[in-house]
């Protein structure tokens, strides 16, 4: 699978949604929730063949999210990052799993990027932010795992080596 | 000649190892970023790209927006039509009910002035404002913001107030030439000094991301209740005092909380206050901080502080 599928065309889904998901919408006057798409490619690019492009695109991709929601520059990439690297130190174990239990791995990664972001941020605050609000966040987001199964699949039907 | 034609073609790097080490950089420069990117240090390199971030998102937010503008005021339009009845019998209910308000607040106008002129009281000019649509809405727990698309081409600047139909939703934090960055007051950075209405009590609001921000420091004398109205106190200067924020609530964990005014209604249309934080209003000649005498109290003469034999001080 050439390097712009599996990189540069998640990053661009990811983008876009997030900018979609950022537009003032209400549905029946609520506020839709606010996933965060990015951790889709963190835990799936994990599982992939190592490279050292995923680390550099996961900067770009959280920078991307610090401006666009406002945050502090440097709090998505590293959120990001951890749960990427919580994938790539299980890659291994995760190999041959199936869907439910590769679905368990990226609540787990989910809950340890939204666990950073809330230590980070308490940490810059002073104060820990909102748990329901972390915990809302992080509910929407494990729910994108199809996604995610989605993409390691369409590379492992690309590589040669899983045929 | 390639790299893989010269001595060292045959070596191959582990690539894990190097994954792992490009992971450990990027983990590095993400920490570094995010040390060193404070609110106060922002007019510099990070602050220019925060900028035009903003002034492209605030563009492509705008685009997106009509569509969504459209649909909401299609279903509006839709809802209207259907509750026509119920909707008028509500607005004879209300402009009677409001007919008897306004005879009450021409009287309290009247005697306001009447005890004014009295008492030579001079009241603040009313505050420019800038009306703006919010194209764009970061509702997570780490930030709650949004952008708006009026800028520094229509006088915005940073620390300006933002009030929604109802009352204050936030302040400015970064203005680029034709969009802004608002701080909404559930933001987990969001500090605002805010008052008690009925007991002149001080506090902090203080955002945490989630719905309700908290009454921090609080200091008052009378215990607070359910339902007390809040308003911005105006101390430090950096918000007007008087401007409405909501009414104290009772928290899950029994910290008081503040339900906002804001929160009744959408703000996605929202007034911008230009108000300049008066701590740092200086009319033109006017001497700087620098040339004022020292507030420091001079020293007195030790025979006015000096104790008698009694304990009180002694005569000049």
Redesign the interface.
């Known amino acids: 699978m050439p390097a712009s599928a599996s990189l540069g065309a998640p990053i661009l889904a990811c983008m876009l949604a997030s900018?979609?998901f950022?537009?003032?919408?209400?549905i029946l006057g609520l506020?839709p929730p606010?996933p965060?798409f990015a951790l889709v490619p963190a835990f799936a690019w994990g599982m992939m063949?190592?490279?050292?492009?995923?680390?550099?695109a996961?900067?770009g991709l959280?920078?991307f999210l610090d401006?666009?929601?406002?945050?502090?520059?440097?709090?998505w990439?590293?959120c990001l990052?951890s749960a990427?690297?919580l994938t790539?130190a299980v890659r291994r174990v995760l190999s041959g799993q199936e869907f439910w239990a590769l679905w368990g791995w990226y609540v787990a990664a989910c809950g340890l990027a939204?666990t950073c972001?809330?230590v980070?941020?308490g940490l810059?605050?002073g104060?820990?932010?909102?748990i329901?609000?972390?915990g809302?966040?992080f509910a929407i987001s494990a729910t994108l795992f199809p996604f995610a199964w989605r993409l390691v699949e369409r590379y492992q039907d690309a590589d040669a080596r899983f045929r | 000649m390639s790299l893989r034609d010269g001595p060292f073609g045959d070596i191959k790097p582990p690539?894990?190892w190097?994954?792992?080490?490009?992971?450990f950089?990027?983990?590095v420069?993400?920490?570094?970023?995010?040390?060193?990117?404070r609110p106060d240090s922002r007019s510099g390199v990070?602050g220019a790209?925060?900028r035009t971030?903003?002034e492209a998102?605030a563009r492509?937010?705008g685009v997106?927006?009509v569509p969504?503008r459209w649909i909401?005021d299609g279903a509006a339009g839709v809802r209207a039509y259907v509750l026509a009845g119920s909707q008028n019998r509500q607005l004879r209910r209300d402009l009677v009910a409001a007919r008897g308000w306004r005879d009450q607040a021409v009287a309290l106008e009247e005697e306001n002035a009447r005890l004014r002129a009295l008492l030579g009281v001079r009241t603040d000019p009313p505050l420019p404002m800038v009306f703006a649509n919010?194209?764009?809405?970061?509702?997570?727990?780490?930030?709650n913001?949004?952008?708006a698309d009026a800028g520094a081409d229509r006088g915005v600047t940073d620390g300006n107030p933002v009030l929604g139909e109802r009352g204050l939703v936030g302040r400015v934090?970064?203005v680029a030439p034709h969009a802004s960055?608002l701080?909404l007051l559930t933001d987990?950075?969001s500090r605002t000094p805010v008052l008690i209405a009925r007991t002149n009590g001080r506090a902090i609001l203080?955002g945490?991301?989630?719905p309700n921000p908290a009454l921090a420091y609080l200091r008052t004398h009378d215990p607070l209740r359910d339902g007390d109205k809040v308003l911005t106190s105006g101390d430090g200067g950096v918000l007007p005092r008087g401007l409405p924020v909501g009414v104290v609530a009772r928290g899950l964990g029994g910290e008081w909380r503040v339900a906002l005014d804001s929160d009744a209604a959408?703000i996605?249309f929202v007034r911008i206050l230009l108000f300049k934080d008066f701590s740092q209003i200086a009319p033109p000649g006017q001497p700087g901080p620098a040339d004022l005498p020292s507030t420091a109290t001079e020293a007195p003469p030790p025979a006015t502080v000096a104790p008698t034999a009694a304990g009180g001080p002694s005569p000049p």
């Open positions: 900018i979609v950022a537009t003032p919408v209400r506020r606010e965060v063949r190592p490279s050292i492009w995923p680390p550099v996961l900067v959280g920078l401006l666009l929601w406002g945050a502090p520059m440097g709090l990439p590293f990052l990427y690297a790539f939204m972001g809330l980070l941020m810059r605050a104060h820990l932010p909102s329901i609000g972390a809302w966040q | 690539v894990a190097l994954a792992a080490l490009a992971l950089v990027a983990s420069v993400a920490t570094v970023l995010f040390v060193g990117d990070g790209v925060r971030a903003d998102a492509a937010g997106l927006s969504i909401d919010t194209v764009l809405d970061a509702r997570g727990p780490f930030s913001s949004r952008l934090v970064g960055r701080m987990v950075q203080t945490d991301g989630g959408p996605e």
